[in-house]
């Protein structure tokens, strides 16, 4: 039951770069449809762990398996099942709002009969239909980011990994950003997410805390403040989350 | 006043990046620029340290013009850009000498000043700024920044993409020179950061939106506000959206805040509502507004 639910199954995970220990025995699984929080102070392992998830990053020991793939040795194949967006959105800027779609579509092998109708499904529910020939320079920053996320989910991934993604956008577009990323979980994809905003935190169905190389916590976010008598994530992040420089 | 704006326009061809913006900031002043990406935060901070010229409007620093007295300004005043601007190849201690030369003192000169952050670099002041940490980087720009003892500190977004354990300990270090008489003017897209300036300007679309305390601020908020959840927070904010009477339904946290047009609206009429979809462990409470909700509120006024 439980194995056929988990998504991202993770154990004693290491990545060595030399002698240093960039991750340090990680274990942890991420379910379907869940909405899964990586937080933790910079420098802390975030980022090798996301790249060891996304396949672009082979593990030094442990065990990996991403979308029912084996993270050491399918990962060209878990690059094509996974979708990824970071905070410098990966579209074309010189290239039209439409043009990108297709771009995308090809890029993740849609399948060309359907591609059209895809396209233009997605203009719509991203209300983009009068803006198709629009160079994405210029667009508004809110609409990029609405555009990078439905770009990074036009495969239908069963998993989708969004570092940062929301950095720096006024606080009304950040939260229609979220709305977005509560759709896609209630439609059954996975999401795995990094961010420095506390509050977003919260949104999470289950966090986990990344300290010095190692998982020192992981639960649900009431749980996390409960444990460690916090009334906001914040607390707990600076409680768990010491700087190690 | 130690810096003050006046009517400041700024024009990159057709797009508006400020558009008449006015503000002062008090000698000893801790004062935060608070906005989003392209709110116009980046171009007014280039302005006031002379590296570009307003359209319109004028703009002293300690009483010196901007763009009439740029050369006597330059020598008065820190100014730490957002982007790592050091140089990579040289080493921390080089980097520091360097700055200290080009105004004219020396490290030892100023040196309690920047004692407190460059002690904490000072281990690694043999290796070279670009293969420092991001936190160690930020130490060595802050302390070159304050090499020559300048009377106002500008920062640009130093805690943008920082984590919030390195942002506090920032934060932490500002309050220290403010202590030591020096003013501050930092910006920042974190709007929980507003809380530890002595006064924040709220900016959007290169207005200004409102300039006050941080406690003044969020008194400003004309709405009751309610704190609600429910186990199904995604089919929570639909159905909440779904009411007619409602205004705004946001994420904040663990709850959803929302404001209803009707301020007489009950929590127990919400409570019954969400119940009677099916919603379970339903909370509903008026809560106190923050930062945020007053930006939210601002920028969709000014929107309208």
């Known amino acids: ?245 | 006043m130690m810096i003050s704006v006046e009517n400041i326009e700024k024009k990159y061809g057709e797009v508006k990046a400020l558009r008449g913006v006015s503000l002062d900031v008090k000698e000893g002043e801790l004062f935060g620029l608070i906005g989003p990406d392209g709110a116009g935060k980046t171009s007014l901070i280039r302005i006031l340290v002379t590296l570009l010229k307003p359209d319109a409007g004028s703009a002293t620093v300690n009483q010196l013009d901007v763009v009439d007295d740029f050369r006597k300004l330059r020598k008065q005043l820190g100014y730490m850009p957002g982007r790592f601007s050091l140089y990579p190849d040289l080493s921390v201690e080089e980097n520091m000498n360097f700055f200290a030369t080009v105004f004219g003192t020396t490290i030892e000169e100023n040196y309690d000043l920047v004692k407190d952050i460059y002690q904490q670099i000072e281990p690694f002041k043999e290796r070279l700024a670009g293969r420092l940490s991001g936190g160690m980087k930020q130490k060595l720009a802050l302390s070159c920044a304050l090499i020559h003892a300048p009377k106002v500190l500008i920062l640009d977004e130093p805690t943008t993409g920082v984590d919030a354990v390195s942002r506090k300990e920032f934060w932490e270090m500002l309050k220290r020179l403010q202590k030591m008489g020096i003013t501050i003017f930092v910006s920042t897209p974190y709007m929980d950061e507003a809380n530890l300036c002595d006064r924040v300007a709220l900016i959007q679309d290169g207005n200004i939106l409102t300039i006050d305390t941080p406690e003044k601020v969020t008194q400003s908020f004309a709405h009751k506000l309610w704190a609600i959840r429910s186990d199904n927070m995604y089919l929570c904010i639909h159905h909440l959206r779904e009411h007619p009477e409602a205004e705004s339904v946001f994420g904040f946290g663990e709850y959803l805040h929302v404001t209803w047009k009707n301020q007489e609206m009950q929590a127990e009429e919400m409570m019954n509502y969400l119940t009677g979809l099916g919603h379970t462990n339903v909370e509903v409470k008026e809560t106190e507004p923050g930062i945020e909700d007053v930006f939210m509120d601002l920028m969709q006024k000014h929107d309208s």
Not at chain 1, 183 to 196: L, P, Q, R
């Open chain 1, 1 to 245: 039951m439980e194995k056929e639910n988990t998504v991202i199954r993770v154990r004693d995970l290491v990545k060595k770069f030399g002698h240093f220990v960039a991750d340090d025995h990680l274990s942890f699984d991420v379910y379907k449809g869940e909405i899964f929080g990586f937080l933790g102070a910079n420098g802390a392992g975030k980022t090798t762990a996301i790249r060891m998830l996304c396949g672009l990053l082979e593990p030094t020991s442990g065990e990996l398996t991403v979308a029912g793939l084996d993270g050491f040795k399918q990962r060209e194949a878990i690059k094509r099942r996974i979708g990824y967006m970071s905070q410098k959105f990966s579209l074309y800027e010189d290239l039209t709002v439409h043009e990108n779609i297709r771009l995308f579509a090809g890029i993740y092998g849609i399948p060309t009969r359907i591609r059209r109708e895809k396209t233009e499904e997605l203009l719509e529910k991203l209300e983009l239909t009068s803006a198709r020939k629009k160079l994405v320079r210029d667009l508004p920053l809110g609409w990029k980011q609405k555009l990078a996320f439905s770009l990074a989910i036009i495969h239908d991934p069963s998993i989708v990994f969004l570092d940062e993604p929301s950095g720096g956008v006024d606080p009304v577009t950040r939260r229609r950003f979220w709305d977005l990323i509560y759709e896609a979980a209630h439609e059954g994809i996975t999401v795995f997410v990094t961010t420095h905003y506390m509050d977003e935190a919260e949104y999470c169905d289950r966090v986990a805390i990344m300290s010095a190389g190692k998982i020192v916590a992981l639960d649900t976010p009431e749980a996390l403040k409960k444990e460690w008598d916090a009334t906001s994530m914040d607390g707990v992040f600076l409680k768990l989350a010491r700087s190690n420089e």
